[in-house]
């Protein structure tokens, strides 16, 4: 029994990390998504990406994929799926309707997003006479369901920013733009292709749209011939 508990102790560590309570992401490894790596700075700060999360294969020679593939262990993510979901239903309840719909997109959309192939980078921060600095961004893969993630995000910001949340043209395409205060970075996002783009500062956006049509930056192509690895869940 002693070794059952400690196993299971082990067990809802994983779960945690894996679900999106905490990191790493991606476990077990999904394929890699080039792109994740060409948005990468070629100076930044920090760095960090993930790779989708694959459906455990029971058969896999990795003692974590197996165990994650068992029907309790699967259970249990679902319990703890379903636990989460109804708490935040129940907080954004007491808003009226319109918030337990936001909720509940929420809680889909984030499951989306952690467990599919992602990046987040921070480029560059400092403190001016005029206010925080910034220039961070990060970039999502929604995959086929990337029309409703778009459908979504237009229909809960028509509901909650109105006219706070401007349109703007870039690359050819709407985005959108937001900015919180005088000295607050502008935010700025959007839905191209399969992914969702977010920048926080000005020019974030576009930056990363160039850089997604080029090579990896040479300081991450470097990391990963030294550090070869060949299923990565995450790379920070």
Same mark, same amino acid.
């Given at each position: ?16 990390? /894996? /679900? ?10 999904? #394929? ?6 060409? !948005? ?33 262990? +699967? ?29 509940? &997109? ?17 480029? /560059? ?7 925080? &600095? ?12 990337? #029309? +409703?993630?778009?459908? /979504?995000?237009?229909?809960? +910001? ?7 949340? +401007? #349109? ?66 995450? !790379?920070?």
């Amino acid at each position: 029994m002693q070794a059952v508990g400690y196993g299971f102790g082990k067990l809802f560590a994983i779960l945690a990390l /894996s /679900s999106g309570m905490g990191l790493p992401l991606g476990i077990p490894p999904a #394929p890699e998504d080039p792109l994740m790596a060409k !948005v990468a700075p070629g100076e930044c700060l920090f760095y960090m990406t993930w790779s989708g999360a694959a459906v455990p294969d029971p058969d896999n020679s990795n003692q974590t994929e197996k165990l994650l593939a068992e029907p309790e262990v +699967q259970h249990l993510i679902g319990q703890i799926e379903r636990l989460v979901k109804s708490a935040l239903r129940e907080a954004a309840g007491r808003h009226g309707p319109e918030a337990k719909a936001a909720a509940d &997109d929420a809680v889909k959309w984030a499951k989306t997003l952690l467990t599919h192939p992602a990046a987040v980078f921070v480029s /560059s921060a400092k403190v001016t006479p005029a206010g925080l &600095d910034i220039r961070a961004g990060a970039v999502f893969c929604a995959g086929k369901d990337a #029309p +409703q993630l778009k459908a /979504s995000l237009r229909r809960h +910001q028509e509901r909650f920013l109105r006219e706070a949340a +401007q #349109p703007v043209k870039i690359d050819g395409e709407t985005w959108y733009r937001i900015k919180l205060g005088p000295a607050a970075p502008v935010i700025t996002w959007g839905v191209k292709g399969r992914y969702l783009i977010v920048g926080l500062g000005e020019g974030v956006v576009e930056d990363t749209l160039k850089r997604a049509r080029t090579a990896p930056p040479e300081w991450l192509t470097e990391i990963r011939k030294v550090l070869p690895v060949e299923r990565p869940a995450t !790379v920070t």
